[in-house]
Each structure stands twice: as C-alpha cells, then as structure tokens.
C-alpha cells in the first residue's frame, strides 16, 4: 500500500503489521517537521480520541540549534512553555516508501483549552493567506521548484569535518547534462520514485548549475497541499540521504564558489471553486487579464518587504549575486530568467514565477507571502511597471532585493501591509524570531573570513 490513506486503511495495514510508526508532524519556524512517532493503537484510539496530541509551545520560538529564545509574546519563561494540541489534517496521513512500516501525517497546531487555531505556526500563517483569498473569490494554485546539492559524503562525516572539503557528486557543472546525472541516479532516483509512492506530485528532475546541484519539479495544487507537498518532499530528501550513507543540503548557499539553490515559486489566482485560472486575457496586449496584472504589481511591490519570508537566514542573502541565475533586480519579464519575476506558460497555466526566494525557504512562510503580496495588489490595483527586457541584473534604476538579512528585517519592520496581512501577533513573531537569527550572528560568531583576514594583519 502507497500513498494517501485514510485511517479505516491505517487500522487494517496496523492490524496486518504493515504499519507500526506514525509521525505526527508540524513545522517549526524553520521549516523543520517537529512531531512524535506514535504506535498505531495509541494514535487511532487517543491522538484521534479525546486525548488528542500535545507538544511544547517552545517548539515555535527556537532558532536552528533549537536554543530557546526570548522576546515572543506567544511564549516565554514567564508563561512556563505549556503545551499546544497537535490536530493531525487526514487529508495528508500517507505511507512513506522509505522509512519501514511508517505512515506520516501532518498536524494543524492549536490552543489545548480554547481549540482555536494558533496564529504563529506557520500552516495557520498560510490557511490564513488562503482564506483572504477565498473570501475575495480566489483559489490560490502554486508549485515550487527546489534546488539542492549532493555529496558523497554522509552527514557524519562532514559535522566530524566541521563542513570543510564537501565532496559534491560531481566534478564538473551539471545542467541539464545526461551523462552525470546517471552517475547520480542510483538516489535521484529513488527520491523520485519514493515521493511518486508516497503521493507527492514529481513532474521530473534535472541537473543544475552547480557540482553535485540538482532540481526536482512538483505539480501544482492547491496552495495548502502544494505547502504539505513541498515540506514531505524536503523532509523525506534529507531522510534518504541520511538512510543512504549521503547528504543532501537545501542551504541557499552553501558555497562562494558555486551557485545558489533556489525556490522557484510559480503562483496563479484560480475562480473560487478552482474550475479555472482568471489570469489569461487573450484580448490583452501581453495577455494579462486585469487581476494577474494587479496580482503582479502587488507581488513587486512587497518583495522587499516580505524577503525575510522568502530569505529568512544569514546566509539567505549570499545566493543574490550578479550572473548566478539567482535575480537581483524586482523586475519582470516574459521567460527572462535574469528577472526577480518570470511570466511563463499559457491559458490556465499562465502564471507568474517568483525567483526571489532560496531552497532554505519554509514554503508554509514563502507561499504565505506571496498569496499577501498579490491580494494586496489586487484590493488596490496596483499595476506592475512595464516589462523589463535585456539583462536585469545590468539594470539601472530599478529596485533590488535586499542584500542582507538585516536590510531586510528593516523593510519588514516597516511594512504594513504585511503586518495587516499577518496580524499582528504573527507578524511580531516572525520578525522577532528573524531578528533573533541576525542578532546571533553578529554577536556569537567568528567566520573563517574573519581569521584568515585579521590574525595576522591586524
């Protein structure tokens, strides 16, 4: 048995001793699948019972290393870290082909006494966005495109390393090319294969840029399943390499010397009951119906603002160099990929590519953003600026995406209309927990760079 399952199927694979493990999960701010493993018994009869599931609030107010920080008005020492209710959405329990005799399945967080939704977990920042739209008469669809890198070295071996000398896949750049890629099919493979098994939608994959740097594509969805998809899909990755003596990285970039990994995001606007998109106008000039231009305008016109929730690390900003197919300029093309915004496709798939945000990107938050960008474009038809042609990364007198993360928490800091979008305790608890990433950064690290410049010279 692959893919969805509903739980009548669950007791029956638990009862023959197929399945044994169910992962209950969320995302923390990161991105990172947070959860329990749960006998099937336990998860049917309690989790799906009155007893229901519960996890650390804490959880949600972490940085990477899991260091919990202070600050956030959702949850601090003053509140003693209670627990929230994990509310596993049935609509996402599947098998998962590479991990034995497991099922996953992912949870909506919510309040243990009032069971209302908790406005800081980033699912309910995205089913909010959603439900924006479809009170306007949207079905938001998306797809992501995600870049990573492969190394011949498992994951052991580089931490005992500190990371240094990473030996990628390849030796040689690998776009679109046939003959390395087969060297790297004995995992890429797999990874296809499983995520087909497990019902995530892989359209195909491909080599890119970079040594050892590949892209795999999903189908679109609804922009919640396209979230769920996109977050399995990153997490089941890391799990296969980890299983498979490898390692795979999702950094935006994880070296000077090669290109950056992306997050393509690919959005339209679809009518409320997502029978077809209201984007085409074939009557139009550059067949933009009237609500993809203002969906555009609105999605140029937050960009900067809303980059922490596209590049939300340090090292985020790295990726946006000159030449390296990651954009610079917020600019817009058809089929330019030197732009920040890419108009690509044809009747219900004509639709607008973000290039803006990077593989490290938690897409609950990434796709959030772009749905709030769009609509308020739409509710105040701002129209986008005229088409860019030539290379935009030459371009004068456009604007840029920001080049650090501390840029771009000063533009969130600012924004109102992501606070509006947000509310304001999520937009609070984004911006603290970015701030917090920028703050540990310039306060308790010493790089490499550093040493080698000054312990000498100084």
Not at 52 to 76: I, K, P, S
Not at 128 to 145: C, F, H, L, N, V
Not at 295 to 314: D, I, K, N
């Amino acid at each position: 048995m692959a893919g969805n399952i509903d739980v009548q199927t669950l007791k029956a694979l638990a009862d023959r001793g197929e399945i044994d493990t169910v992962l209950a999960m969320f995302t923390d701010m990161q991105g990172r699948f947070m959860g329990k493993r749960i006998v099937p018994e336990y998860f049917l009869k309690q989790v799906l019972g009155h007893e229901g599931l519960h996890a650390c609030l804490y959880l949600v107010t972490v940085d990477m290393a899991g260091e919990v920080l202070q600050g956030f008005r959702f949850a601090d020492w003053n509140s003693g870290y209670g627990d929230f209710k994990l509310i596993p959405d049935l609509s996402t329990l599947r098998t998962v082909p590479w991990l034995e005799k497991t099922a996953i399945v992912v949870c909506d967080v919510a309040d243990e006494e009032t069971g209302e939704p908790v406005e800081v977990a980033p699912r309910q920042i995205l089913k909010r966005q959603i439900e924006r739209a479809k009170k306007a008469g949207y079905t938001p669809k998306m797809a992501s495109e995600l870049e990573f890198y492969l190394f011949r070295d498992s994951y052991e071996e580089l931490a005992d390393r500190d990371y240094r000398d990473a030996r990628p896949s390849s030796s040689y750049g690998m776009d679109y090319h046939m003959l390395q890629t087969t060297r790297d099919e004995w995992i890429i493979r797999r990874i296809r294969n499983d995520m087909l098994a497990a019902n995530i939608p892989i359209e195909f994959s491909k080599g890119e840029t970079g040594r050892g740097q590949h892209e795999i594509n999903f189908t679109y969805a609804d922009a919640l399943e396209a979230a769920d998809n996109h977050a399995i899909f990153k997490h089941g990755v890391k799990e296969i390499s980890l299983l498979s003596g490898a390692a795979i990285t999702f950094m935006a970039k994880y070296s000077m010397e090669e290109a950056g990994s992306s997050c393509h995001i690919h959005s339209s606007l679809w009518t409320s009951d997502g029978s077809h998109s209201v984007m085409s106008d074939a009557s139009a000039g550059n067949r933009m119906s009237p609500t993809f231009r203002h969906y555009l305008g609105g999605c140029m016109a937050t960009a900067r603002e809303m980059s922490v929730m596209f590049a939300p690390f340090v090292n985020s900003y790295k990726r946006y160099q000159l030449g390296t197919w990651a954009p610079t300029a917020i600019v817009w093309g058809h089929d330019n990929r030197t732009c920040g915004f890419r108009i690509v496709g044809e009747g219900n798939g004509y639709r607008v590519e973000n290039r803006i945000p990077g593989a490290d990107a938690n897409p609950y938050l990434a796709f959030a953003a772009t749905i709030a960008g769009g609509l308020h474009g739409i509710e105040n038809e701002i129209e986008p600026p005229a088409e860019f042609k030539g290379n935009a990364y030459v371009a004068e007198d456009v604007p840029r995406v920001p080049t650090s993360l501390h840029e771009a928490i000063a533009e969130f800091r600012n924004s109102k209309v992501a606070r509006a979008a947000l509310g304001d305790l999520a937009f609070e608890h984004i911006l603290t927990s970015v701030n917090w990433e920028q703050t540990i950064f310039d306060n308790n690290v010493v790089t490499d760079w550093e040493v080698k410049r000054y312990f000498e010279q100084c």
